[in-house]
């Protein structure tokens, strides 16, 4: 039986009308000005809070795909359970997922191809709320043309059984990596700097060590860097900053960050 996975937190955490959310989701594209990576990113990690607060720093990371929008055709997103706990990696037995921009199929070939993994579960639950995934969607909406989705919610699991799952979907240019994470939440502002400083150099060391406390997708992050590591990819840092750089107060703020992760080159020079 077919489903679609309706939006959960449309018109709460972005734009609930189609024609704001391509607009607000445009502006913030168009605000990038770091350049982008020399080498299309094979994977990005990106933050999933409410627009106001963390879609800047989310457009960082969607800016640098801008030239693969012919390219990308399936994308792989990962993002943490907030609701509903899962042991393991969640596919949604959805065949699609909507937002107000349209609507975006699941990849059933690539669902088929890890339902042997012990570690794949299926859970509607475990997605139905779930805003960690969605509030990538409308990004990928307007950076990429067709693409289909694998989108796993990831609950109790360790850094080698995510990337277990993230080598057998790894494919080539065709498919993109995203994980969705947040870092330090509800820290003192100048605390919070320093503590997603270090989380950052963990990223970008390619150490698949962080807790939940340093980003709340630590355990997808975990499974990204270790993959990372195994394939050689050069991660780079795009964005980094708070809530109470964006649209918080200073006194308790959660932390973002933007990341690239790019495979090397042929040339050796």
Not at 238 to 250: Q, V
Request: glycine share 8%; charged share 15%; proline share 7%.
């Amino acid at each position: 039986m077919s489903h679609t996975r309706s939006p959960a937190v449309a018109g709460a955490f972005y734009p609930g009308q189609a024609a704001h959310l391509a607009q607000t989701v445009d502006t913030m594209l168009q605000a990038v000005t770091n350049p982008e990576p020399a080498r299309p990113p094979k994977a990005i990690i990106a933050p999933h809070a409410g627009y106001i607060y963390s879609g800047p720093i989310a457009a960082s990371a969607y800016a640098a795909l801008r030239a693969l929008r012919h390219v990308i055709k399936r994308v792989v997103l990962l993002g943490p359970v907030h609701r509903v706990p899962v042991r393991g990696l969640a596919t949604p037995g959805a065949n699609a997922f909507a937002t107000p921009l349209g609507t975006v199929s699941v990849d059933a070939v690539a669902i088929a191809a890890i339902a042997h993994f012990p570690q794949v579960v299926e859970s509607a639950a475990a997605h139905a709320l779930e805003h960690s995934l969605e509030v990538q969607l409308p990004f990928l909406q307007q950076v990429l043309d067709d693409f289909t989705l694998v989108p796993l919610a990831v609950g109790d699991a360790t850094p080698e059984e995510v990337a277990e799952v993230l080598e057998a979907l790894w494919g080539g240019a065709e498919t993109l990596i995203v994980i969705s994470s947040d870092l330090s939440h509800y820290l003192p502002y100048d605390v919070a700097q320093a503590t997603d400083k270090r989380t950052a150099q963990a990223i970008l060391d390619l150490r698949p060590e962080l807790g939940h406390e340093q980003a709340c997708g630590g355990t997808p992050v975990n499974g990204l860097l270790l993959a990372a590591r195994r394939r050689h990819l050069q991660p780079q840092l795009l964005d980094l900053r708070n809530s109470g750089d964006t649209a918080g107060d200073r006194g308790r703020v959660v932390g973002y960050a933007a990341f690239s992760f790019t495979e090397e080159t042929a040339d050796a020079s």
